[in-house]
């Protein structure tokens, strides 16, 4: 035991000698600027360098996963190009029938639907002139009227602003046209909800046919019916 303990103390006095050596030769570096061969400064030197090494290139291309740079609270970032694309979409029907407003629909189904909103309609709030272009459209897809827009605008009995069941040629200059064609595509297109939810009937206010029918709305002129 006592062999074992003088080994262990002389191993440490030497640790501690070597410490020393170190401690009074680092200021010799920094004021010479070099250290004697194989001493203790030059050990410590050779020991440390790996581990205070920084590979400054790695460092600048690290990914910035987590960065907030230009945040609010570390907020997310709207792209301009979204808020862009958020501050041009229409907010309201009036902004939509506005953005939409033309000449014509470019087709003629889609004039077709147009000249009976504006036959129908045309004096009237956007979204009774909606409802009778989602009307139209309704019936397309029921089964009980003809497949197309100009088939069911051309229906016998149906609209009475039919002329020998041909469709009237409305001015395309006139302003009441153009806004019929926004509503025509907004319904054609299914850019806005349903007003008169799955109607497929409507008739002016001031008759009362008796047609036994469910009443699911009552806009502008008309009252709509499925």
Known sequence: MMRT?????????SFSCLLGAVTVAVPSLAAEGTAPAGSATAMLAAVTAPLLAVDVNALQNRDQDFSTAGQDNGSPITPQADADTAAQ????????????TAST??????????????????????NGQLAVAQVIMNRTTSGRFPNTVCGVVRQ?????FLRGGSIPEPSHTNSAWQRAVAVATIA?????KQVAPSALFFHARRVSPGWGKIRVASLGNHIFFR
């Not at 979409?89 to 939409?100: G, I, K």
């Not at 016998?156 to 009475?160: E, W």
């Open 105 to 126: 629909t470019g087709d003629e189904q889609g004039d077709c639907l147009a000249s009976s909103v504006y036959y129908e309609s045309k004096g009237e709030p956007l």
């Open 5 to 13: 303990f003088s080994r262990a103390a002389l191993a440490v006095a």
């Open 188 to 192: 054609r297109q299914g850019l806005w």
């Open 156 to 160: 016998p009995g149906q609209f009475s």
């Open 89 to 100: 979409t229409p907010q309201t029907l009036e902004d939509m029938v506005a953005a939409h």
